[in-house]
């Protein structure tokens, strides 16, 4: 029995493989666009998940992932340095940014740390948005192209979104790594239960900065990838409106594993392109959908599927031992 | 001898004074007792010597060293671990993993031989070590269960193992036998002495008088923020103050 | 000077303002937990309140501030019974929540005012206050001013001098201790939203005449709002209103020598200040562990 749903879990994992590979040459132009924007918010979920996971939640993911993306663009724009040295260099200037702001934000926890993460990414927005140079203020920059390899030209989508589909996939790799390592597991402890990791010898600080810088690094590679293709950046691309979005996606979702953001942000993209035609509505019908899974489904989409092995009576964490 | 002395600690909360110049040393290797009636400041001053406090005055004298106002993963680091009086646990993460956070807690972040699995021995040791604890503390057929699905007396054995797992020196137990039927309370003494008997200084905060006067070498007694009185299980059972504050009205 | 003099003038008067909106936000906070996200929302029903029935149908602006106070007010009602209450465990979740309502109430006033330009209600009360001959005060803000201070006065009479104010202080200190001794919290919640909504309403109708109207200047109103409640202290009410006032200056007189965006970048950054050096805010007291 568990070797055969180990197989059907290898044989499930090959398809959807071979899918995402195929799946662009199936598509109009404008799903192409999507499908690589797609990929690029999966990057970002899965990196907010990192910082969730101890327990905190930021309103400056958006925000980090604009310096990731005004670090590629200003890179380009400048030095003309190509999207393998840009993708790095952004990640890591948001991730050196983060660990600036860890020292004042992390002196915080909950409602504090929630509004003073809003308040600092605020006024980094602000700031792209004041100064013309070298940010373009608040209409932008634009002209950052995607690279050209040889005879390929990555402003086509199709080779870009196998670019984007490389780099998300070693992330969220890495991403994976980290969350199933000692690290993953003391995150785990510092969310659950931050005095008793402390009275063993847990730096909850430390670890706390640490999930928000890697965090950090992550969207700001996420944002990089982004903005290459966009060829051009804004500051409001990064505001309180898309910080909003992260969170649907990853409310919606479920938080308890890192599939759940990632479901979340799927779906939820596939559905918000089937109410294209609602306009103007828009907002407002993602506004209900919120309400509607916060209130009904408040461990988001991912629950469904945990109830279904239960059901199944395969997986759960408690099958190994007798009930007590 | 005296791995823990407390030095004319007072401890205020704005106008409150939660504990007024308490001074007490504990001897390595024993079982000291700290008694008191309900808010005399006994979870006080295990939370100023366990760092979640900072003592508004006096000194902490941790094996010669000064600890006071340190940071609280600083002070576990050096060998101090507190147990909760409220059962804390890692409540969702199973009975392996919550010891499997102990054993970690020291170790030093290294972020890359975490991704690249670089790791491996230290991983290997860990685990063997939380099955080392499990087995020590008699958990071990319960390693797959959720920490919330255990029993009282299981979690708090639970409770006692991630302390273990840190490698303490001093542990610092408050009421691990609240709300126990006697025989969990039983198995816990004979825990508790076990722990001991391994080499580790323990400081109970308890009420169950019997299972103090078996227990402890030696006893602190509190009342109202005061050092009422100390001395051996004898000493005190005989004292006229603490029958008259505490003992008294228990009976 | 006189830029000085006026510049305090019109930093009181906006003072007035912040301090009514920042007030429920930490009215609600207070007694329920829940990070009101909606509430710059909120304060823009109340202006489009105004520019619907003011100054596209010409009804008086004395019923009409009634009406945006008695309507915001039912708003924040239903948010308490059908979302606030059945997710009062899960202070993340009421979060998200106010984020749904942001949203629908911002489509609902692109619906209703279109999507064109910002709106412009002309003030109903005409003419200048000379108070010196430098010193010009226009009428709408003097009247704003003065009912802004009503409305506080009303509200800090209710608060220290009524039984229910009594027990609103009493829940926004303690929860489970006042559930204990009887309070119903339910009510007192609803109360809570009530007033703040009441107070949301109230601002936005008064600076209807003065502002540009448009679905998103609650964006604007929320990050003074949070500013304004971290300056003065979470759950602090006379905090928030000296906050309220001290930050109005501030970015009254940030604005008038830097520009809007530099004078809002100051208040974010002496929020997170505020934050690093007393995160309980300048009224706060400390709750230990
Ligand atoms: N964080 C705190 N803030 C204010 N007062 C406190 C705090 N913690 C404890 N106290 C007060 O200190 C006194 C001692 O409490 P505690 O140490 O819990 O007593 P015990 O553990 O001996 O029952 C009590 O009066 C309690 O109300
Ligand atoms: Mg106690």
New binding site residues.
Partial sequence: MKIIIRLLKIIAVIIFLAGLIVLPHYLKFHYQDLLIFLTVNVLVVASYRIVTLTGEWSLIHAVMMGVGAYTAALLFKNFNLAIWFTLPLAGGMAGLIAALLSFPLFRMTQFYFLIGSFAAGEAIRLTWMQFIVPFGGSGGLSGIEPPMIGSIDFMDPIPYYYLALGVVSACLFILYRIEKSRIGLTLHAVHWKAPLAQSVGVDTWRYRALAFIIGSFFVGIAGALKIHYLGTITPNQFGIGFMVFILIWVIVGGYNTIFGPVIGVVVLTIFDESVRGFGELRPAIYGGVLIISILFLPLGLESIYTKFLTLCGIGGNSSDGPPP | MSILEVRKLTKQ??G?T??ADISFQVKEGEIHGLI????????????NIAGF?TPTKGEIIYQGKKIAGKPPHVIAKMGIVRTF?ETTLFQEMTVFENVLVGCFAKSRINLFSSILGLDKQLQKIAREKVLEVLEFIGLSNRKNQLASELPLGSQRALAISIALASEPKLMLM??PFAGMNMEETKHMMDLTRKVQESGITIVL?EHDMKAVMGLCHFLTV?NF?HLLAEGTPEEIRHNEQVIEAYLGGAK | MELILQSIINGLIQGGFFALFAVGLVLIFGVMGVVNFAHGELVMVGAYTVWLLHAQNGIPFIPVILIAIILVTVIGLLMERFLFRPTCNDPLAGLICSIGILFILQVLATVVGGDGPSKQVPPPYQGTLILFDFLRVPYQRVFSFFVSAAGLGTLWYFLTRTKLGWALRAVALDREASALQGININRISMIAIGVGGALAGLAGALMAPLTNINPHMGHNVIITAFIVTIVGGVGSLSGAVIAAVIYALFHTFITVYFGGVIATICGLLLMVVVLIIKPTGIMGVR???
Avoid: I, R
């Fill in positions: 909360f704005g409150l939660a504990l008191g009636p309900n808010g005399a400041g006994k979870s006080t001053l295990f939370k406090y009086q408050d009421e905060v509190l923020g | 709750v230990s562990e």
